[in-house]
């Protein structure tokens, strides 16, 4: 998290999912709790992160913790998974007057772009839905209550092995493949067999938008 300095501050990470993010925001100085409404997964985020963050069983739109208590708020990949007219009002609740939440979600482009669509189709048609465009995703921040919300684009690439990726699609790696009936993914699978290379660049479009709430800068 890129978008201030953490350390001494309260974090809220909202969809904390295994935790990982959580444990990173830590080991920067953040005194971070992370919510989540899976108990599995919180298990798992207990299990990665440790005594370096606090962890509670609960949903975006509704969290347990008092008016203004954080500075900053994350919401990793969640973001399209939330009421959002219910839960970006909470989050303007407990963060602070100058406090600041920031979302990563992916870019439009990047669904046509990404691996598992060449192999899937249908994973473009659900997620297109899904996924809010920035600048909707922007408009509701400020009918929330934040201002100044800033958008930035970014551009990842990491290297996949074959293997790799037959043993994500075969889990259902990401919440699409979910909603998926069995007879799509395993055709999806089965094409991947056939089809992909040793190895290959997976590549990621994030849009970042930062957006804070009015009072003097935390």
Not at 57 to 79: I, Q, S, T, Y
Not at 85 to 103: D, F, I, N, T, Y
Not at 143 to 151: C, Q, S
Request: proline share 5%.
């Amino acid at each position: 998290m890129e978008e201030g300095d953490l350390a001494g501050r309260r974090v809220l990470e909202v969809g904390c999912g295994t935790g990982r993010l959580a444990a990173a925001l830590a080991d920067r100085g953040a005194r971070v709790w992370g919510v989540d409404p899976s108990a599995e997964m919180l298990a798992r985020a207990r299990e990665n992160a440790g005594r370096r963050a606090r962890f509670k069983e609960a949903r975006a739109e509704a969290l347990p913790f008092k008016d203004g208590w954080f500075e900053r708020a994350v919401l990793r990949l969640a973001v399209h998974l939330v009421d959002r007219s219910r839960a970006l009002p909470e989050l303007a609740r407990v963060l602070r007057p100058g406090g600041r939440a920031v979302v990563a979600t992916f870019a439009p482009e990047h669904f046509d772009r990404y691996w598992l669509s060449r192999l899937i189709p249908a994973v473009v048609e659900v997620d297109s839905r899904r996924f809010p465009a920035p600048d909707t995703l922007a408009g509701e921040l400020q009918a929330a209550g934040f201002e100044r919300v800033h958008t930035r684009r970014l551009h990842q690439r990491a290297r996949l092995s074959r293997e790799e990726a037959l043993e994500r699609i075969a889990g259902r790696f990401i919440s699409t493949l979910r909603l998926l009936d069995d007879d799509a993914v395993a055709a999806g699978l089965a094409r991947a067999e056939r089809e992909l290379p040793d190895a290959f660049d997976s590549e990621l479009e994030w849009a970042v938008l930062r957006a804070d709430l009015p009072g003097a800068p935390q």
